[in-house]
């Protein structure tokens, strides 16, 4: 009898010493603050699939993802430690580090930029040269607004035969629709919203992608700070792989990574949603990403984007592509 009891309260013992290790370690999973660069949309839905399928999880890091304000804002909420890891454009860590910013990109999403110029099919325009004369509407301090020299002289038109009306970004869609300007500058993953407003009145909406016209350049990307790359690698290199990896999936099987993307935002138009993400997958999928892996970064394609940024924003001449981006956190994530 004694013998029976002892091994029952062996038993009892052993049931609270693992439940107490396994409470021990759902606790000590490491907090991680993942700003957006904006409003979670489509083009988000990689990070969705990560943390739906626990691959962040997995890494013993506990996720959570916020909305961002703009590439600029996530850029220095990671340098200043605010964010432990955010996406955000590649221009805003060259500006970025130019101005005292300790961030790098530490995988690309967008390996073709996603700028574009929306109008209204109908209404003269046909060809970028039909945009002379014409108003485009943007917010102020726009990356897009910053190429249009760019996509101008490479597109045969002047662009300072347009006229720039600015906007808040909630008004800028009911303005083409309304007709109040000719066109809108956004990015191409912007198109279903756009498309979905102008149906409701029955007009059709037609675009000029930056990228046909020889603009191509590093856009979005996973950024981390050189802090955390120093003292947190294994935090940084789980993150960027976890990441990948989910938009890997997504690619694989989007109505997957809708649902997990509605699960967190059920307020969202899941249609939609899937609209963004179709329209942005190209930007991620290319021949570069089949063959080096997603996420991977191209040393001279990083040079050539720090070039092109400086054109037209002030950056430190002595920024090369070491000091904006790293590629030793991120393996090679294969993509089908």
Do not use: C
């Amino acid at each position: 009898m004694n013998s029976v009891r002892t091994t029952v309260v062996r038993s009892i013992i052993l049931t609270a010493a693992l439940m107490l290790a396994a409470n021990a370690a759902a606790g000590a999973q490491e907090k991680i603050i993942f700003s957006l660069q904006w409003i979670a949309n489509g083009n988000n839905f990689g990070v969705f699939a990560a943390k739906e399928q626990g691959l962040y999880r997995a890494a013993n890091l506990d996720v959570d993802v916020q909305r961002g304000y703009g590439s600029g804002d996530t850029a220095k909420r990671v340098s200043t430690g605010t964010a432990d890891i955010g996406i955000a454009d590649a221009a805003s860590v060259i500006v970025g580090r130019s101005n005292g910013l300790k961030v790098k990109q530490v995988a690309t999403l967008y390996e073709r930029s996603p700028d574009a110029i929306f109008f209204i099919k109908g209404q003269g325009i046909a060809k970028p040269k039909d945009l002379e004369g014409r108003t485009i509407g943007a917010t102020a301090g726009e990356a897009t607004v910053n190429f249009l020299p760019i996509f101008a002289a490479n597109a045969g038109f002047d662009n300072k035969k347009m006229e720039i009306v600015n906007m808040s970004p909630s008004a800028k869609y009911a303005s083409l629709v309304a007709k109040s300007v000719d066109s809108i500058v956004g990015f191409v993953n912007e198109e279903p919203a756009i498309r979905s407003a102008a149906s409701k009145t029955g007009l059709e909406i037609g675009r000029f992608v930056f990228s046909d016209y020889g603009i191509n350049y590093y856009s979005l990307g996973v950024i981390a700070s050189d802090e955390s790359m120093a003292k947190r690698p294994d935090m940084v290199r789980h993150m960027a792989l976890a990441t990948m990896q989910g938009y890997a999936s997504a690619i694989k099987n989007p109505q997957a990574a809708a649902d997990a993307f509605v699960k967190n935002y059920p307020e969202t138009s899941r249609d939609i949603a899937l609209q963004q993400w179709e329209v942005a997958q190209p930007l991620i999928l290319t021949d570069r990403s089949r063959k080096n892996g997603l996420g991977f970064i191209e040393r001279d394609k990083m040079a050539d984007t720090i070039k092109l940024i400086a054109q037209f924003q002030k950056v430190d001449p002595a920024i090369t592509p070491d000091d904006v981006y790293a590629s030793e956190f991120l393996p090679k994530v294969a993509v089908e």
